[in-house]
T-cell receptor, first 116, second 115 residues
Framework: DAKTTQPPSMDCAEGRAANLPCNHSTISGNEYVYWYRQIHSQGPQYIIHGLKNNETNEMASLIITEDRKSSTLILPHATLRDTAVYYCIVPPRKTYSGAGSYQLTFGKGTKLSVIP | GAVVSQHPSRVICKSGTSVKIECRSLDFQATTMFWYRQFPKQSLMLMATSNEGSKATYEQGVEKDKFLINHASLTLSTLTVTSAHPEDSSFYIC???????????FGQGTRLTVV
């Protein structure tokens, strides 16, 4: 399984870009990188996912290095509501199936605090 | 994103009773649903995975006779905590995937307190 490593905590000034790193050096060639976040006392929220190319959506951008051993989630203009625990997850390829039953295993994530 | 609704959001029950938690996918058919448990200051722990119409697959250490999972339709899964005890008090979260989505979506969670 591709294990991920994230810093336990980060601070970011409101309005600035938040760059959250993730190391996944044992990722296999066809395994995706997923990012979720969990705001206190809520269920996790999907943010973005990618395989090789950089991805962008209305919430964030995902930058994946060429060797795919690490990635960075970028929140371009952090707000106080972005304060949450951010999880970088690489579901094991072996749990993919035609029914899409891949499993998300949550580590400790990065606690992002956006400061006014 | 797709919507997953979980009910109830909070429940308090007496020790020895059973509690049922519902998880519904509102705008897509969930071929696979997952149930997680989260204790205070800890991360989510996967309890079981269920495919519609099949028996759930439980993670190691999770008692299948205590945590009954039913996934009888493509939009509904239920988790029943039987003979609940105070140590079962936790935040229970469901997740659903399907409808051609590559990502899984989560319910808002259920805070269970057993007194």
């Amino acid at each position: 399984d591709a294990k991920t490593t994230q810093p336990p905590s980060m601070d970011c000034a409101e309005g600035r870009a938040a760059n959250l790193p993730c190391n996944h050096s044992t990722i296999s060639g066809n395994e995706y990188v997923y990012w979720y976040r969990q705001i206190h006392s809520q269920g996790p929220q999907y943010i973005i996912h990618g395989l090789k190319n950089n991805e962008t959506n209305e919430m964030a951008s995902l930058i994946i290095t060429e060797d795919r051993k690490s990635s960075t989630l970028i929140l371009p203009h952090a707000t106080l509501r972005d304060t949450a625990v951010y999880y970088c997850i690489v579901p094991p390829r072996k749990t993919y199936s035609g029914a899409g039953s891949y499993q998300l295993t949550f580590g400790k994530g990065t606690k992002l605090s956006v400061i006014p | 994103g797709a919507v997953v609704s979980q009910h109830p959001s909070r429940v308090i029950c007496k020790s020895g009773t059973s509690v049922k938690i519902e998880c519904r996918s509102l705008d897509f058919q969930a071929t696979t649903m997952f149930w997680y448990r989260q204790f205070p200051k800890q991360s989510l722990m996967l309890m079981a995975t269920s495919n519609e119409g099949s028996k759930a697959t439980y993670e190691q250490g999770v008692e299948k006779d205590k945590f009954l999972i039913n996934h009888a339709s493509l939009t509904l899964s239920t988790l029943t905590v039987t003979s609940a005890h105070p140590e079962d008090s936790s935040f229970y979260i469901c997740s659903a995937r399907g409808g051609g989505n590559a990502e899984a979506f989560f319910g808002q969670g259920t805070r269970l307190t057993v007194v």
